[in-house]
C-alpha cells in the first residue's frame, strides 16, 4: 500500500511536466497535419509526371510524412517511389490529408481511387502504371480555409481500368504559401487567354469548322488533366506534344461557354460532359490534328469535358488500339458564337474511307 501512496505522490510531481510535454505534442501534431509538412527531395519531386502541372509553389508530401494519416495500407519499398517507399494494397484503404489552402494534389503510382474533399465524394479517378509517381487529381477551386481530403481505394475500379486490383499511393501537394496560386499558374498564366501560337493552329485540320473565334487549349496545357496516358514527343503535335495509349485512359479540362471541342491526332473515343456520356467517335491517321467532335448546344456556364480513349473504337478507325489526343478548342469569348455558326456534332457511327499508311 505504501508502494502505491508513493507512486501516486510521483505521478502528482510529474503531473506537470506531462501535462506540458502532452500538449507540447499535440500542437506539433496539429501543426504537422496542417501546416509544417515535410517537403520531398527535389531528385525525388523531379520524378514525378505533372502532365504540365507547375509544381515550384507547392510542397510535396510523401505518404510516410505525419501528417499523412494511413488506413489499410502496406508499405513497399522500391527505388521508383518517392523516399524510395509508397503504400499499397489490393483490397481497400485510404490516405488522408489535412490542410490549408485553396488547391491540393494526389500522386499516385497506379491504380483505382474515389477521392473525397470534406467528406463529399470528388469523384473516381484511375491511373495507369507508368514506371514514376504522377499526378492522378488536382484541384484549385477550393475555399481558402482548411480541408481534409481522402484517397480511397477500389480494387474492383482499379480492374476495370487498368486491368488489376493494386492500387499504389506516392503522397500530395499542397500550396507552400497557402491561398496563394494553384498547380495550373506561372507569371502571368491566364486560362481565358490560353491559346496556342499562330503557326501551330495552322497544323490543324479543322474541315468545315470555322476555329478563328476560339481558344486552342493544348493537351498538355497547365489546367488540363490527364489519366492513364503517356506523353509523346514530334513536330506533327500541338506545340510539339500529345497524349496517347493504346488501353484506356482520358484528359479533362474545365471551360466557360457554349461551346467545346476536341483535337485528336487518331483513334477512338468515348465523350463525357458534365459528367454525361454524349457519344463514342473517332478519326483515322492523317497525320495532323483534326477535329473529331464538336458541340455548341451547351448552356451558357462552366462544363467539364472528359474524353476517353476506346481501343476497341479506335480499332475501327485505324486498325490499331492506339489513341493520341491533341487538345480542345473553346470560344475565345464564352457564350459568343460557334465553331460553324451552328450547333452541330461530327457525325459518330460513320466508318472512316481510307486506312492509315504506316
Same mark, same amino acid.
Given at each position: 500500500?505504501k508502494?502505491?501512496?508513493?507512486?501516486?505522490q510521483?505521478? =502528482?510531481?510529474?503531473?506537470f511536466?506531462?501535462?506540458?510535454?502532452?500538449?507540447?505534442t499535440?500542437?506539433?501534431?496539429?501543426?504537422?497535419?496542417?501546416?509544417?509538412?515535410?517537403?520531398?527531395p527535389?531528385?525525388?519531386?523531379?520524378?514525378?509526371e505533372?502532365?504540365?502541372?507547375?509544381?515550384?509553389a507547392?510542397? %510535396?508530401?510523401?505518404d510516410?510524412?505525419?501528417?499523412? %494519416?494511413?488506413?489499410?495500407?502496406?508499405? *513497399?519499398?522500391?527505388? %521508383?517511389?518517392?523516399?524510395?517507399?509508397?503504400?499499397?494494397?489490393?483490397?481497400?484503404?485510404?490516405?488522408?490529408?489535412?490542410f490549408?489552402?485553396?488547391?491540393?494534389?494526389?500522386?499516385v503510382?497506379k491504380?483505382?481511387?474515389?477521392?473525397f474533399?470534406d467528406?463529399e465524394?470528388?469523384g473516381?479517378?484511375?491511373?495507369?502504371?507508368?514506371?514514376?509517381? $504522377?499526378?492522378?487529381?488536382y484541384?484549385?477551386?477550393?475555399?481558402?480555409?482548411?480541408?481534409?481530403?481522402?484517397v480511397?481505394?477500389? +480494387?474492383e475500379?482499379?480492374t476495370?481500368?487498368?486491368?488489376?486490383?493494386?492500387?499504389?499511393l506516392?503522397?500530395?501537394f499542397?500550396q507552400?504559401?497557402?491561398?496563394?496560386?494553384?498547380?495550373?499558374?506561372?507569371?502571368?498564366?491566364?486560362?481565358?487567354? $490560353?491559346?496556342?501560337?499562330?503557326?501551330?493552329?495552322?497544323?490543324?485540320?479543322?474541315?468545315?469548322?470555322?476555329?478563328?473565334?476560339?481558344?486552342?487549349?493544348?493537351?498538355?496545357?497547365?489546367?488540363?488533366?490527364?489519366?492513364? #496516358?503517356?506523353?509523346?514527343?514530334?513536330?506533327?503535335?500541338?506545340?510539339?506534344?500529345?497524349?496517347?495509349?493504346?488501353?484506356?485512359?482520358?484528359l479533362?479540362? *474545365?471551360?466557360?461557354? *457554349?461551346?467545346?471541342?476536341?483535337?485528336?491526332?487518331?483513334?477512338?473515343?468515348?465523350v463525357?460532359i458534365?459528367?454525361?456520356v454524349?457519344?463514342?467517335?473517332?478519326?483515322?491517321?492523317i497525320?495532323a490534328? $483534326?477535329?473529331?467532335?464538336?458541340?455548341?448546344d #451547351?448552356s451558357?456556364?462552366?462544363?467539364?469535358?472528359?474524353?476517353t480513349?476506346v +481501343?476497341?473504337?479506335?480499332?475501327?478507325?485505324t486498325?490499331?488500339?492506339?489513341?493520341?489526343?491533341?487538345?480542345?478548342?473553346?470560344? =475565345?469569348?464564352?457564350?459568343?458564337?460557334?465553331a460553324?455558326?451552328?450547333?452541330? $456534332?461530327?457525325?459518330?457511327t460513320?466508318?472512316?474511307?481510307?486506312?492509315? *499508311?504506316?
Amino acid at each position: 500500500m505504501k508502494g502505491n501512496t508513493l507512486m501516486k505522490q510521483n505521478k =502528482k510531481g510529474f503531473g506537470f511536466f506531462a501535462a506540458l510535454a502532452a500538449i507540447s505534442t499535440a500542437i506539433c501534431i496539429l501543426l504537422s497535419g496542417i501546416a509544417v509538412m515535410a517537403d520531398v527531395p527535389a531528385d525525388d519531386v523531379a520524378r514525378i509526371e505533372t502532365h504540365g502541372y507547375d509544381l515550384s509553389a507547392f510542397t %510535396v508530401i510523401d505518404d510516410t510524412d505525419e501528417s499523412v %494519416v494511413i488506413n489499410n495500407l502496406a508499405e *513497399t519499398a522500391a527505388a %521508383v517511389h518517392l523516399c524510395g517507399q509508397a503504400h499499397f494494397t489490393g483490397a481497400v484503404g485510404s490516405m488522408t490529408l489535412t490542410f490549408e489552402g485553396n488547391a491540393v494534389g494526389v500522386i499516385v503510382e497506379k491504380g483505382g481511387y474515389e477521392i473525397f474533399i470534406d467528406d463529399e465524394s470528388m469523384g473516381m479517378f484511375w491511373a495507369s502504371a507508368i514506371g514514376a509517381p $504522377q499526378v492522378m487529381y488536382y484541384t484549385g477551386t477550393l475555399t481558402n480555409d482548411t480541408h481534409t481530403i481522402t484517397v480511397t481505394t477500389n +480494387p474492383e475500379f482499379a480492374t476495370e481500368k487498368i486491368g488489376e486490383n493494386y492500387s499504389v499511393l506516392e503522397g500530395f501537394f499542397v500550396q507552400t504559401t497557402p491561398g496563394t496560386g494553384s498547380a495550373a499558374d506561372d507569371p502571368g498564366f491566364d486560362p481565358a487567354k $490560353q491559346d496556342i501560337a499562330a503557326e501551330e493552329r495552322a497544323k490543324i485540320n479543322a474541315g468545315n469548322y470555322d476555329l478563328t473565334d476560339f481558344r486552342i487549349v493544348d493537351d498538355c496545357a497547365p489546367n488540363v488533366l490527364a489519366q492513364g #496516358l503517356s506523353v509523346t514527343e514530334h513536330e506533327s503535335h500541338l506545340n510539339g506534344n500529345a497524349n496517347f495509349t493504346a488501353g484506356t485512359g482520358s484528359l479533362s479540362y *474545365t471551360f466557360e461557354g *457554349t461551346a467545346v471541342g476536341v483535337l485528336v491526332e487518331k483513334g477512338g473515343f468515348e465523350v463525357e460532359i458534365d459528367g454525361t456520356v454524349i457519344g463514342r467517335c473517332g478519326a483515322a491517321t492523317i497525320g495532323a490534328p $483534326q477535329v473529331v467532335f464538336y458541340t455548341g448546344d #451547351l448552356s451558357n456556364g462552366t462544363h467539364t469535358i472528359k474524353v476517353t480513349t476506346v +481501343p476497341d473504337v479506335s480499332n475501327e478507325y485505324t486498325g490499331e488500339p492506339w489513341s493520341v489526343i491533341e487538345g480542345f478548342f473553346v470560344q =475565345k469569348e464564352p457564350g459568343v458564337g460557334s465553331a460553324d455558326g451552328a450547333s452541330q $456534332q461530327p457525325e459518330t457511327t460513320e466508318q472512316p474511307t481510307e486506312q492509315p *499508311t504506316e
